[in-house]
């Protein structure tokens, strides 16, 4: 009986040892890998390093002028050259307290069969039910960056300002839209 004790303390030592090791290796390891290794971006981002970009993912808007850099970290006019499509929606009150985003607008981008959307459709995906005293703005802004279903971002507005861009005005962002992003 000795024996198997001695065994056993024998093996939990050597259990615990291992898993000390292993949480030291990980933690000295971990911040040595490649972000691109560690991170959660979708598998079809448009944000992807130039290496890992293969030739039937590519569409004419991939020109990422930071490598490696995940979409929402690289500067707000290459978000703006490489997103696919640029929509404004303004939020339309249901009866049912529904607060429908119809799209108003296309900044960049126009409507084709893997991006539905037309001008007076609702965008489900920024439709919403507001809390109590909850006001989301008049409206979004979405970045359509690789497939429409998995990829975007969104930015509300109030009035005619994105308060996510130090209050930009919706008529800089056409402008920046229209003639492309060194304006």
């Known amino acids: 009986m000795k024996r198997f004790k001695d065994g056993l303390l024998f ?21 040595l890998l490649p972000t691109r ?21 590519r569409t004419p808007n991939d020109k990422n002028p930071s490598p490696g850099l995940a979409y929402h970290e690289l500067p707000f006019d290459a978000q703006i050259d490489q997103a696919i499509a640029i929509v404004i929606t303004k939020y ?3 009866p049912d307290g529904l607060y429908k985003a ?6 960049k981008g126009a409507p084709t069969k893997e991006f539905p959307y037309k001008v007076g459709d609702e965008m489900t995906s920024q439709s919403y039910y507001a809390k109590i005293a ?8 979405v970045f359509y960056i690789g497939r429409p279903d ?5 930015f509300q507005y109030d009035g005619t300002t994105l308060s996510s861009f130090g ?3 919706l008529e800089v962002l056409r402008k920046k839209c229209e003639k492309g992003p060194d304006a």
């Open 102 to 107: 119809m799209v108003v607008e296309y900044l």
């Open 37 to 57: 290794l560690v991170s959660n971006e979708y598998p079809d981002s448009r944000a992807r390093s130039s290496e890992t970009t293969t030739e039937e993912s």
């Open 134 to 141: 909850e006001s989301k703005g008049d409206g979004s802004v």
């Open 150 to 154: 998995i990829s975007q971002m969104s």
């Open 11 to 31: 093996g939990a030592g050597f259990g615990i040892s291992f898993l000390l090791l292993s949480y030291l290796a990980a933690y000295i390891l971990y911040p």
């Open 167 to 169: 209050n930009m005005p």
């Open 92 to 94: 339309e009150k249901g």
